[in-house]
């Protein structure tokens, strides 16, 4: 037999351990020292309460013959309606109506990322941001297709533009941005939007971050934008939205009009799904669905606005010390300029020893990255004032 030889081009991801193990060692050394993470890339906050009920009744229905739930209904790939139609809601609400058949329940964001392209051949061309979330590249380079990169750098804002010289089959984008926190407002979207259609490309628009968004004039969905039914894929999350990152769920919104190569990308998808997928688990579905409704909206709100505050409040920090930075505004993640022309680990191991204080190196998103670090709004109130105080404590002129 041979093995995927694609599997031995992947590059070590040394990122998240490396950060770890110089935490670990910083601790050891300095038992004494209160070491703040503003690393952390997972929320923090519980569950709001109607998940919770949602998923206790849930669990209620599965103990008795008469409610026991076994395989999903099999008409939307094991999604349940209840669920289905409270996603249209949260899209109805954005101004996007969409067609039951054209939501796809998920375990979550990354599974879609990269599940989504058994659709495509391995001869596409793929363009990546750079920096970007890393599993991206990672499974293009899984199943050996050709990647380029759009520079997302601080002359574009970390916001990358088509460019017309470039040709790509296949694009990532992600808005809000992890790392950079960056935006695309509507009319840079439109330009992708134009561009895919222009050239029969597909948009994988991951839209994992959106419930961040609360500037009216952005868009929290590529559906928001003309033309996107006709080149677009979005991959959805109640991971950052609703606390979701243990219990996963998401979902992935294929357009009816979606055709590429004279199919329908909805229904090569549907046949993906029902083939190599059976659904999300009934507690699951049920937690989720309890999230776009009215009180679900109102109690993920007072989670996301806590996160919020943390985040004006290291963007405050920053602002008095005069950094350059992109994010803060509509994400929870802050991508900062390292200070006096630090490399991202220099900085990384400044701010540790000197601060105590923990952020990610933004070399290890890709190339654009160097010289810039990662700040995330999803640690305690209390400690991300303490990690600002430090911070400006050890940064001011
Ligand atoms: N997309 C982006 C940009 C992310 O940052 C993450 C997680 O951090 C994911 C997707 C994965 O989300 P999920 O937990 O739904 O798999």
Not at 238 to 256: H, I, L, M, N, Q
Request: glycine share 8%.
């Amino acid at each position: 037999m041979k093995i995927n030889e694609n599997f031995l081009n992947l590059k070590d991801s040394y990122l998240f351990a490396t950060v770890g193990k110089k935490t670990t060692a910083f601790k050891n050394a300095h038992p004494d020292k209160d070491v703040i993470r503003l690393s952390i890339g997972d929320v923090t906050l519980p569950l709001a309460p109607i998940v919770i009920d949602a998923m206790h009744a849930a669990v209620e229905e599965l103990a008795h013959r008469e409610s026991f739930k076994g395989y999903g209904p099999d008409q939307y790939c094991y999604g349940y309606e209840k669920l289905i139609e409270s996603i249209k809601g949260s899209y109805s609400r954005k101004g996007v109506e969409l067609k039951s058949s054209e939501v796809f329940i998920s375990d979550g964001a990354k599974s879609d990322l990269g599940n989504i392209l058994d659709l495509f051949s391995s001869d596409n061309t793929v363009l990546i941001p750079d920096p970007v979330y890393p599993a991206y590249l990672d499974v293009n380079v899984m199943a050996g297709r050709k990647v380029i990169f759009a520079d997302a750098t601080a002359a574009n804002g970390f916001l990358p533009m088509p460019d017309e010289n470039v040709h790509a089959d296949i694009i990532y984008l992600c808005s809000p941005n992890n790392p950079t926190g960056a935006v695309y407002t509507r009319e840079q979207l439109k330009q992708w939007v134009d561009y895919a259609n222009r050239r029969d490309a597909l948009i994988l628009f991951d839209a994992a971050y959106e419930y961040f968004v609360n500037d009216s004039h952005l868009c929290r969905s590529i559906f928001e934008v003309e033309g996107a039914r006709t080149c677009a894929v979005e991959i959805c999350s109640y991971s950052k939205t609703a606390g979701f990152t243990g219990v996963r769920c998401g979902y992935t919104v294929v357009p009816e009009e979606l055709m590429r190569g004279g199919t329908s990308l909805n229904r090569l998808w549907a046949r993906r799904q029902s083939t190599k997928f059976n659904g999300v688990s009934y507690v699951t579905q049920m937690g989720a669905a309890a999230v776009f409704t009215e009180e679900g909206e109102k109690q993920i709100r007072e989670n996301l606005g806590y996160y919020r505050k943390n985040a004006e409040m290291i963007s405050a920090c920053l602002d008095e010390l005069g950094i350059w930075y992109t994010g803060g505004k509509n994400s929870p993640y802050i991508w900062m300029q390292c200070p006096d022309g630090m490399d991202s680990w220099e900085f990384f191991d400044y701010l540790l020893e000197n601060a105590n204080v923990v952020g990610t190196p933004g070399s290890g998103f890709g190339r654009n990255g160097e010289g810039f670090f990662r700040l995330t709004a999803f640690g305690s109130e209390e400690n991300t004032r303490e990690a600002c105080r430090r911070i400006k404590q050890l940064l001011k002129k």
